[in-house]
């Protein structure tokens, strides 16, 4: 079964330093998320992409994030100057289509650790 | 933000029996409602989902109820196996925003030999 791979699994950084997640989201897919989960919290919603442009994005998504689609195959979340806070498990997810009754599929996260 | 609540942290059910695990919502907007499985050091896997206009959905040994006017929903598992141990979450997604699920805190079921 096709699936969502993400790159690294964990990636340790020190405050104020950039850092890129990466994800391959489904080949056929046309939508793309990010969510993230703070240890013992709820799994929170960051920001959707289609079409080569954020269609939605949380408050949570102020300007030190960015996503980008570079290529075909890669979905990047950047953040710019990391924070001790921003210390969590991203996911990066993908959806056929935008519809309610479409399914996100996640993949198995990038732990990221900010000293 | 409690929008989607799982109120259960935790439950232990025997192998063979049933799993019923509970999620209630506030936001009358909430359209369709999923629920994900997670093993530690994994991604959520999507499991089952029901849209609004039903009140139940089956797909194998996974049923999902939906009471609209409660605002509940649950998810049964049976006959429970091993296998099925994991944290499971309630998401949902609302009309006007069909990019983002709403998950609740999850319930971290033990499927006991």
């Known amino acids: 079964e096709p699936e969502v791979t993400q790159t690294p699994s964990h990636q340790v950084t020190q405050m104020g330093q950039e850092v890129i997640l990466r994800c391959v989201p489904i080949s056929n897919h046309l939508y793309f998320y990010w969510y993230r989960q703070i240890l013992g919290q709820k799994v929170e919603f960051l920001v959707s992409?289609?079409?080569?442009?954020?269609?939605?994005k949380s408050e949570i998504f102020d300007d030190q994030f960015s996503v980008e689609r570079p290529d075909g195959s890669n979905f990047t979340l950047k953040i710019r100057s990391t924070k001790l806070e921003d210390s969590a498990m991203y996911f990066c997810?993908?959806?056929?289509?935008?519809?309610?009754?479409?399914?996100?599929?996640f993949g198995n996260g990038t732990r990221l650790t900010v000293t | 933000d409690q929008q989607v609540k799982q109120n259960s942290p935790s439950l232990s059910v025997q192998e063979g029996r049933i799993s019923i695990l509970n999620c209630d919502y506030t936001n009358s907007m909430f359209d369709y409602f999923l629920w994900y499985k997670k093993y530690p050091a994994e991604g959520p896997t999507f499991l089952i989902s029901i849209s609004s206009i039903k009140d139940k959905n089956e797909d194998g040994r996974f049923t999902v109820f939906l009471n609209k006017s409660a605002k509940h929903l649950s998810l049964h598992i049976v006959p429970s196996q091993p296998g099925d141990s994991a944290v499971y979450f309630c998401?949902?997604?609302?009309?006007?925003?069909?990019?983002?699920?709403?998950f609740g805190t999850g319930t971290r079921l033990q499927v006991t030999l």
């Open positions: 997810a993908s959806s056929g289509t935008g519809a309610s009754n479409s399914p996100l599929h």
């Open positions: 992409f289609y079409n080569n442009e954020i269609s939605e």
């Open positions: 998401a949902a997604r609302d009309t006007g925003t069909a990019s983002k699920l709403t």
